[in-house]
């Protein structure tokens, strides 16, 4: 499985970005891997962000819920990350993420990474 980030950008506090994660490889399958956001900033540990089971089943850390949104379309193999109202503290390298199992990635474990994309917000 490869995963390839993008969208990632600088902007102001309280603008919006929307990130993207192109999945493939002849093992992906939409019907079998559950993907995340991950993020981390220098000096920090990697948070989860999102997550997102093979039935649209979501979950969020609390630091996002609200302002975030996590969606899949399986017609494309995307996976995507819509951000509004983004705060300087959201600055950070955002990673996106696969597994087959939903438990593992939310507690923070995937098994298929992309390369990530840098956010930054001022």
């Known amino acids: 499985v490869q995963l390839v980030e993008s969208g990632g950008g600088s902007v102001q506090a309280g603008e919006s970005l929307r990130l993207s994660c192109a999945a493939s490889g002849y093992t992906y399958r939409s019907s079998r891997h559950c993907m995340a956001w991950f993020r981390q900033a220098p000096e920090k540990k990697r948070e989860e962000v999102a997550a997102i089971d093979t039935n649209g089943r979501t979950t969020y850390s609390d630091s996002v819920k609200g302002r975030f949104t996590i969606y899949r379309d399986n017609a494309k193999n995307t996976l995507y990350l819509q951000m509004n109202s983004l705060k300087p503290e959201d600055t950070a390298m955002y990673y996106c993420?696969?597994?087959?199992?939903?438990?593992?990635?939310?507690?923070?474990?995937?098994?298929?990474w992309g390369q990530g994309t840098q956010v930054t917000v001022s």
């Open positions: 993420a696969a597994d087959t199992s939903f438990s593992a990635m939310v507690a923070g474990w995937a098994n298929y």
